[in-house]
T-cell receptor, first 114, second 113 residues
Framework: DVKVTQSSRYLVKRTGEKVFLECVQDMDHENMFWYRQDPGLGLRLIYFSYDVKMKEKGDIPEGYSVSREKKERFSLILESASTNQTSMYLC?????????????FGDGTRLSIL | GNSVTQMEGPVTLSEEAFLTINCTYTATGYPSLFWYVQYPGEGLQLLLKATKADDKGSNKGFEATYRKETTSFHLEKGSVQVSDSAVYFCALIVSGGYNKLIFGAGTRLAVHP
């Protein structure tokens, strides 16, 4: 079974802090994704990566950056956290870019910015 | 553009009732279609998928058929259980799009004994 592990289930940070969310997958997947999930808005794609050191903006990249230095690890960075970034963050991975490959999700990080 | 529309929840059913959650989509080309489930406090799990027209995905008693003519992928289960209480997401991937998922807003299902 594919295992996608997010480093924290719950995280509380302060406005203006730099925040790192970590995600690791153990199945040598090429693609990795970061989403945020908000009530009534569903899941929205922030960034994704299709290879080491490669990244692409999703639908809502403002205020975020990402890093993929190793194939198994994909980090989401909030450069200067703001209260409107309080949300559930979900990481996912998929084997390749072929459209019939499902994404596998981690358990999520519930981030609160005070 | 590409989009997914799901019926609004919550859907409240008694145990052993029949379930239908409607999902329709708009997409360029020929998408692959998915249903994901999110149990309380957890991430999303793939429930089933269909990759071409008339395919039927099935898992754990749930079924959905890819209907190209009506651009629909409705989720059904003949007899729900309390343990099926969760949020269900319909989603699609369009080929050539780096495998990006486009989600519906999700439908919360509550099953009572």
């Amino acid at each position: 079974d594919v295992k996608v592990t997010q480093s924290s289930r719950y995280l509380v940070k302060r406005t203006g802090e730099k925040v790192f969310l970590e995600c690791v997958q153990d199945m040598d997947h090429e693609n990795m994704f970061w989403y945020r999930q908000d009530p009534g808005l569903g899941l929205r794609l922030i960034y994704f990566s299709y290879d080491v050191k490669m990244k692409e903006k999703g639908d809502i990249p403002e205020g975020y950056s990402v890093s993929r230095e190793k194939k198994e690890r994909f980090s989401l960075i909030l450069e200067s956290a703001s209260t409107n970034q309080t949300s559930m963050y979900l990481c996912a991975s998929s084997l390749t870019a072929r459209s019939n490959q499902p994404q596998h999700f981690g358990d999520g990080t519930r981030l609160s910015i005070l | 553009g590409n989009s997914v529309t799901q019926m609004e929840g919550p859907v409240t059913l008694s145990e052993e009732a029949f379930l239908t959650i409607n999902c329709t989509y708009t997409a360029t080309g020929y998408p692959s279609l998915f249903w994901y489930v999110q149990y309380p406090g957890e991430g999303l799990q793939l429930l089933l998928k269909a990759t071409k027209a008339d395919d039927k995905g099935s898992n754990k008693g749930f079924e959905a058929t890819y209907r190209k003519e009506t651009t629909s992928f409705h989720l059904e289960k003949g007899s729900v259980q309390v343990s099926d209480s969760a949020v269900y997401f319909c989603a699609l991937i369009v080929s050539g799009g780096y495998n990006k998922l486009i989600f519906g807003a999700g439908t919360r299902l509550a099953v009572h004994p």
